[in-house]
Structure formats: C-alpha cells, structure tokens
C-alpha cells in the first residue's frame, strides 16, 4: 500500500498539515459565529433592514473560492500570501448557513411563548438570552454544522496561498501527477469533514434533548479558542523569529527550485528557512514578495517581462534579464544573476504522432492544427507571450477552442490523446517519460526564460549570506539538470528533498 507508506514517511508532515486545516477550520468558523448570530439576531427583528445583509451574504457565498482568495491579495491588512487571507475567505463563507439558522431558529419559536416571558417581566435583552436563543440553539449549531464541513473543504484550496493545512499534498500531487500524494491530503480532509459534521451532530441532537449540554459544549468551544489563540501565536513568532521565507509556484519544476533555495540558504548561510512552496501561478508569488509574505522565490526572465511588468517581448536573453534586473530593482528587489538553464515554452506533441507525421517544427503543426485539439494552462492562455501571440505568428487554428487545464495535468491529456498539442516546460521531466516530443519554435516567437533568483532587497541588506549563498547557484544548474529531477519527481515519484539534497551533495 503506497499510500499507507507515504503517510509513514511523512507522519510528522502529516500531522503538522492536519493541525494547520483543523486551525484554518476552527478559527473560521469561530468568527463567522460570533458575526453571523448578531446579524441573524437583527435580521430576525428587523426584516427589512436585515434583508440587505443576508442579500450581502448570499452574493459571498456564489464567488469561487479561488477567485475570493485572488482578490484579497493586494487588499491592505486582510490580504497577502498565508493564513490571513485564507481565514478571511473561510469567515465569509461560513456566514450564510449561520445567518440563515438563526433567523430560522428565531422565527420559529412560538409567539405565545414570547408573550408569557414579557407577561413575566423579562426585558428584551432577557427575552433574547434566557429563552429565545436557547430555544434557537439547536437550530443555529446545524448552521455551524453546514459552515464548518464548508470550511473543512474549502480550506483545502487555501494552500493555493501558502495558508498550509491538507491542500498541499492535494496541490504537490496535482503537480506531480501522483495520486498516492493527492490521496495523501484527499482521504484526511474528507475524513476530517465526516467527523466534524459527526460531532457537530451529535451536540445539535444533544441540545435538543438536554439544554444541559449547551454549557458542556460553550466550555468546549471556550478550550478550542484557547487553543487556537496560543497555537495561532506560535505560528506567527515563526515568521516574527527572522525566518528566511522561501516561496514557489505550483508546478513541479518550481517546487523543486524553492526546495533549492531552501536547502542552499540552510547548509551555507546557517539561516533557518519557513518553506511557503505551491503558492500558485505567477501573480500570487510576485504579490507576495512585494508584501513581504516571501523574502525570495525563482522566476524566469520572459515571465517577468511579460507578466510582471507587461513589457514588449524582446528576444535578446541579455538584454531582456538587463531590463528586468532594473525593474525589480525600481521596487525594492534584486533578480540574482540565471541559474544557468532556459526553461522556454515548449510546444508539445505525442512521440508516435511526431515520427509519423514527420513534425519538427510548429510550422509543420499548424498545417494540422485545424483538425487538432489543443490544451493550455490558463497562465499561457493570457499571457501576453501566450497562445494568442503564438496563434498570430504561426496562423494556428484549431478544430475548437483551446481547453483550459492544470499545466501539470496537461501532459497526461496528451500522452492519453484527450489533446492533440500543448504548451508545456522545456525542461519537464513528463516529456521524456511520457514520450513527447517538443517542437522547434523555428519563428523566434518565445522570449528566453533563464530561471533567476528574485529576492527582496531589504532580506538580502539583512542577510548577506543568505546572497553569498544563493549565488553559489547562479551558472551551477543545467537544463540536463533541471529535467533530471523534474523527471525524478514526476516520472519516478521520488520525494524533492531527496532529489534536492543528492544534487546537492553532487556540487
């Protein structure tokens, strides 16, 4: 069972990223109780007034969860890469369910037995904590209920932004193409979700037979937010302790270069190193090392071009690294001298279609292009350097519109014939082991992508091992190199650590 192994190997790994996602979860779906009962509270009495709010709250919870977290990163205080940004997401998704319980809770209570209570001589704020929220509990644990198994899936995806928890391994594997490894993060995070819907369960039956348990249950959640209070301050004296943070984007190649970065800051410089690894595409690493939720990460050379600072595509390697060193250094960052490998975009097709047809060039698939089917990554569909430049210069015209897929997952789509043609990494390990063949650009159209380390200037000010260290690398990794761990990890499974650690070791 390779995944039974996984979890052995791993087992500290593991529990630190359950403890994350039940965090996430918890701290979450505390907040969105302690705002959603009072709004449900108002829009119970004052429905015209609250009909706003839950109009507020439903409109919330039809924006995608990655779009939610996409538009919270520039945002000042609430936004950034890590747990914040991720909490605020879970918060917002969590007030509806509980919103909509409590108004029904409250609604639902018996208008005779308002009119005994203030028979009785009990204010409004008596008749609202001594009989018409106790009578609502019930109702408004099953609104948690629904919030928090909501929480446990959509927290998942906050490790898109480096929040941690169990979507890393979903992400790792995703990029990897291993279901062992997704399985890995799967199965905990379902499981976690059936367990908390259990135990949530079995409090909102409980409270509707014996209110007794009400207090058990607030000393429960009273010990949780204790908890998560001093584990939420832990976390944070490790970035506070001068941690170096070392970030990547969500594809193998990326994983394997921050663990470089990593590995390298560790064994010259003597820093310890915070990993926010699989952070997403290009704009989620580049915001974040901006706000400083990262001190560094690698990029490439055309991306930065193009998508960080929407320049021209020049096709010069030195002067397109000339004019992007100056504008990182406009912004208060440094782009480190390459890495020494070029990883361009790579137009791919399967190996028996390339030595049947006699394809060399993208030239010769275009002539074939209009019975084709192709699949991008949505980073290549938009980019400024992406297929609609590409199209334009080599006069591509497919049988239909391009499908959008996860890079990573793009390469299996091809090699299974779901796609006839994708845009993929010059250096990826999957080329070879999937037998695909990469096509000349013979028109230029690419810009160079030399990888280069981008750090921030201030990081490097303060550290100046932490540079020492990382030039080392600047000239020391190949494209023979990088494809031969992209293929260590993606075709033969091996841990990146691993992989790192033996290059390494190599120098």
Same mark, same amino acid.
């Given at each position: 069972?390779?995944?039974?192994?996984?979890?052995?190997?791993?087992?500290?790994?593991?529990?630190?990223?359950?403890?994350?996602?039940?965090?996430?979860?918890?701290?979450?779906?505390?907040?969105?109780?302690?705002?959603?009962?009072?709004?449900?509270?108002?829009?119970?009495?004052?429905?015209?007034?609250?009909?706003?709010?839950?109009?507020?709250?439903?409109?919330?919870?039809?924006?995608?969860?990655?779009?939610?977290?996409?538009?919270?990163?520039?945002?000042?205080?609430?936004?950034?890469? *890590?747990?914040?940004?991720?909490?605020?997401?879970?918060?917002? !998704?969590?007030?509806?369910?509980?919103?909509? +319980? +409590?108004?029904?809770?409250?609604?639902?209570?018996?208008?005779?037995?308002?009119?005994?209570?203030?028979?009785?001589?009990?204010?409004? *704020?008596?008749?609202?904590?001594?009989?018409?929220?106790?009578?609502?509990?019930?109702?408004?644990?099953?609104?948690?209920?629904?919030?928090?198994?909501?929480?446990?899936?959509?927290?998942?995806?906050?490790?898109?932004?480096?929040? *941690?928890?169990?979507?890393?391994?979903? !992400?790792?594997?995703?990029?990897?193409?291993?279901?062992?490894?997704?399985?890995?993060?799967?199965?905990?995070?379902?499981?976690?979700?059936?367990?908390?819907?259990?135990?949530?369960?079995?409090?909102?039956?409980?409270?509707?037979?014996?209110?007794?348990?009400?207090?058990?249950?607030?000393?429960?959640?009273?010990?949780?937010?204790?908890?998560v209070v001093l584990l939420s301050s832990s976390l944070a004296a490790r970035k506070a302790s001068g941690a170096i943070v070392i970030g990547s984007k969500n594809f193998t190649e990326q994983l394997i270069l921050g663990e470089l970065l990593a590995q390298t800051i560790e064994r010259n410089a003597?820093?310890?190193?915070?990993?926010?690894?699989?952070?997403?595409?290009?704009?989620?690493?580049?915001?974040?090392?901006?706000?400083?939720?990262?001190?560094?990460?690698?990029?490439?050379?055309?991306?930065?071009?193009?998508?960080?600072?929407?320049?021209?595509?020049?096709?010069?390697?030195?002067?397109?690294?000339?004019?992007?060193?100056?504008?990182?250094?406009? +912004?208060?960052?440094?782009?480190?001298?390459?890495?020494?490998?070029?990883? +361009?975009?790579?137009?791919?097709?399967?190996?028996?279609?390339?030595?049947?047809?006699?394809?060399?060039t993208i030239d010769d698939a275009a002539r074939l292009a209009a019975r084709w089917r192709a699949g991008f990554g949505y980073e290549f569909l938009e980019r400024p350097d992406g297929y609609q430049g590409l199209a334009k210069a080599y006069d591509l015209r497919f049988a239909a519109a391009p499908?959008?897929?996860?890079?990573?997952?793009?390469?299996?789509?091809?090699?299974?014939?779901?796609?006839?043609?994708?845009?993929?990494?010059?250096?990826?390990?999957?080329?070879?082991?999937?037998?695909?063949?990469?096509?000349?650009?013979?028109?230029? !159209?690419?810009?160079?992508?030399?990888?280069?380390?981008?750090?921030?200037?201030?990081?490097?000010?303060?550290?100046?091992?932490?540079?020492?260290?990382?030039?080392?690398?600047?000239?020391?990794?190949?494209?023979?190199?990088?494809?031969?761990?992209? !293929?260590?990890?993606?075709?033969?499974?091996?841990?990146?650590?691993?992989?790192v650690r033996e290059f390494l070791a190599a120098r």
């Amino acid at each position: 069972m390779r995944l039974i192994a996984f979890w052995s190997a791993h087992r500290a790994e593991l529990v630190a990223l359950v403890a994350q996602h039940v965090l996430l979860v918890a701290v979450s779906t505390l907040a969105a109780v302690a705002v959603a009962v009072p709004l449900g509270i108002f829009a119970a009495r004052r429905p015209r007034l609250g009909a706003p709010l839950t109009a507020i709250a439903n409109v919330v919870q039809t924006v995608p969860s990655l779009a939610m977290f996409g538009f919270l990163l520039p945002v000042p205080l609430v936004g950034g890469v *890590g747990a914040r940004a991720a909490l605020v997401v879970l918060t917002l !998704y969590g007030l509806l369910p509980i919103v909509r +319980t +409590t108004i029904a809770g409250l609604r639902g209570i018996d208008p005779a037995i308002r009119e005994a209570a203030l028979a009785m001589g009990m204010t409004d *704020g008596e008749l609202l904590r001594l009989v018409e929220l106790p009578l609502a509990l019930p109702s408004i644990i099953a609104g948690i209920r629904v919030a928090a198994v909501v929480g446990v899936g959509s927290a998942t995806i906050a490790a898109a932004i480096g929040a *941690g928890g169990l979507g890393e391994y979903i !992400y790792r594997g995703l990029s990897m193409v291993d279901t062992t490894v997704i399985l890995a993060g799967a199965i905990p995070a379902a499981g976690l979700a059936v367990a908390v819907d259990g135990l949530l369960l079995w409090v909102e039956r409980s409270l509707a037979w014996r209110r007794r348990r009400v207090t058990r249950a607030a000393v429960a959640v009273a010990v949780l937010a204790i908890a998560v209070v001093l584990l939420s301050s832990s976390l944070a004296a490790r970035k506070a302790s001068g941690a170096i943070v070392i970030g990547s984007k969500n594809f193998t190649e990326q994983l394997i270069l921050g663990e470089l970065l990593a590995q390298t800051i560790e064994r010259n410089a003597g820093l310890s190193v915070d990993r926010r690894l699989n952070l997403g595409g290009t704009l989620i690493c580049d915001r974040a090392l901006i706000a400083g939720d990262i001190d560094a990460y690698v990029e490439y050379t055309g991306t930065a071009l193009t998508a960080v600072f929407h320049e021209p595509v020049v096709g010069d390697a030195a002067r397109v690294f000339d004019i992007v060193r100056d504008k990182y250094s406009r +912004t208060g960052r440094t782009l480190l001298a390459p890495l020494g490998f070029n990883n +361009t975009f790579a137009i791919l097709v399967r190996g028996r279609d390339a030595r049947t047809l006699g394809l060399r060039t993208i030239d010769d698939a275009a002539r074939l292009a209009a019975r084709w089917r192709a699949g991008f990554g949505y980073e290549f569909l938009e980019r400024p350097d992406g297929y609609q430049g590409l199209a334009k210069a080599y006069d591509l015209r497919f049988a239909a519109a391009p499908s959008v897929m996860d890079l990573t997952l793009s390469y299996r789509a091809l090699a299974s014939g779901q796609v006839d043609l994708i845009a993929g990494d010059a250096t990826a390990g999957l080329i070879k082991g999937l037998d695909l063949v990469q096509l000349e650009d013979n028109r230029r !159209y690419f810009p160079p992508y030399d990888a280069a380390v981008v750090a921030r200037g201030e990081t490097l000010l303060k550290h100046p091992e932490m540079r020492v260290a990382l030039e080392r690398l600047s000239g020391r990794v190949s494209a023979a190199d990088m494809r031969a761990m992209n !293929y260590a990890a993606d075709a033969e499974h091996r841990d990146i650590r691993t992989i790192v650690r033996e290059f390494l070791a190599a120098r």
